[in-house]
């Protein structure tokens, strides 16, 4: 049996970027990946909130594209156009960013070990059982295992996801600065998605509750029925599941902690995880180096309270905006839009909205009153008592 302080069980983002924290403190990490190599295959939409930069490292090299804004359509093609003076996003290189990450973790002080599926982990002990036939024992287990996660299972019931679709298309003309977002009530909360690569490369993509064919045939019709994506060629696709935030989650359990999708730390407006990810990768970490400095895993539970602390009450925002949306008709939808293009929110959304935070927005809708004073008096009954 192989001894360390942390084992990390799953090579993505989160968990490298936890490791790489942990390893510099000094302590022995190990990083246990089912797959053969890191990063593959890619199973994210790509694209990161400008704060990415603030939060964890992102050399230049892997920025594939820098958005300044976003066209948001409605059902029936009403357009609110959305522009920042700078880069408000990033497309990155998913792949490439996931491999950089594990690299520094390595070169941090982890070790990765590759082929390595975790069958099954001792919550109380810290044993970890490996499918080839090799335990480890560490005072501390990390599930960073996504949405599936096996180590989350042990003391949380399974998780609910939504499906994600997504193809990578070339196509002529594409104006590069702005991605397109698409509402409609048939895959609310989820939406539809055109974001821009280069000037010839996009990617289409939409999530929703829907099975995964009938996920496909939407998006298969939707390209088709959208004049921009004419004459476009279908160069890859790609399948994966976003978790559905869930406020109730257990993230520590004894010896256990969960960060990222396993945690179901994703933002419940958009489904993106990768930004409060990293932020929780560092929250967890702080707690686990004092907690392994002492030699004490009960201080791991302060991760459970700073967690709600730090995020709870954007996250609830957050949701309270999910429950409205999934509320909507597209007839809803349709006057919803159209009154704000009345209403000039455009240049109110520029100036307040934030791919990660949505609560300033929200709060400043609500103090100029434009929230409820944009929908049919029935309808602002039924979104008030979500909001009570």
């Avoid at 390209?223 to 476009?232: A, E, F, H, M, V």
């Avoid at 279908?234 to 902690?257: D, E, M, S, T």
């Amino acid at each position: 049996m192989r001894n360390y302080d942390v084992a990390v069980v799953g090579s993505g983002p989160i968990g490298s970027t936890l490791a790489r924290y942990v390893a510099k403190e000094g302590f022995k990490v190990v990083i246990l990946e089912k797959k053969r190599n890191v990063g593959v295959p890619l199973q994210c939409a790509g694209l990161l909130g400008k704060r990415i930069k603030k939060i964890n490292i992102l050399p230049q090299e892997f920025i594939m594209n820098e958005i300044y804004g976003a066209y948001l359509h409605s059902p029936s093609e009403t357009i609110l156009k959305v522009s920042k003076k700078d880069p408000e996003a990033y497309v990155i290189d998913r792949v490439a960013y996931d491999q950089f990450l594990s690299d520094e973790a390595v070169q941090s002080g982890a070790q990765l070990l590759l082929n390595h599926r975790v069958e099954s982990v001792n919550i109380h002990n810290g044993e970890v059982f490996v499918r080839n036939g090799e335990k480890i024992s560490a005072q501390v287990v990390v599930g960073a295992d996504g949405y599936n996660s096996m180590v989350s299972r042990l003391f949380n019931s399974a998780s609910e996801n939504y499906e994600a679709v997504q193809y990578l298309m070339s196509v002529k003309g594409v104006e590069r600065d702005y991605v397109h977002v698409k509402a409609e009530s048939q895959i609310s909360p989820g939406f539809l998605w055109i974001i821009p690569i280069s000037d010839s490369l996009v990617r289409v993509g939409m999530f929703s509750s829907l099975p995964y064919k009938e996920a496909s045939a939407h998006l298969e019709g939707y390209i088709q029925k959208n004049p921009q994506l004419k004459n476009s060629t279908y160069l890859k696709k790609y399948h994966g599941c976003i978790p559905i935030f869930n406020p109730k989650k257990q993230i520590v359990k004894k010896r256990a902690i969960l960060v990222g999708d396993a945690a179901s730390q994703v933002k419940p407006t958009t489904g993106g995880g990768l930004t409060l990810g990293f932020l929780c990768a560092k929250l967890a970490s702080e707690v686990m180096v004092k907690a392994l400095e002492i030699e004490n895993t009960e201080i791991l539970q302060k991760y459970q309270t700073l967690y709600g602390k730090k995020f709870g009450k954007e996250l609830k925002t957050q949701r309270m905006v999910h429950k409205t949306f999934q509320s909507l008709n597209d007839a809803e939808l349709d006057f919803m839009f159209s009154k704000l293009k009345e209403e000039d929110a455009e240049d109110l959304i520029s100036e307040y909205g934030d791919m990660d935070t949505q609560s300033p927005l929200v709060k400043e809708m609500l103090r100029r009153g434009i929230i409820f004073s944009i929908l049919p008096q029935l309808l602002s009954r039924r979104i008030s008592s979500l909001w009570k």
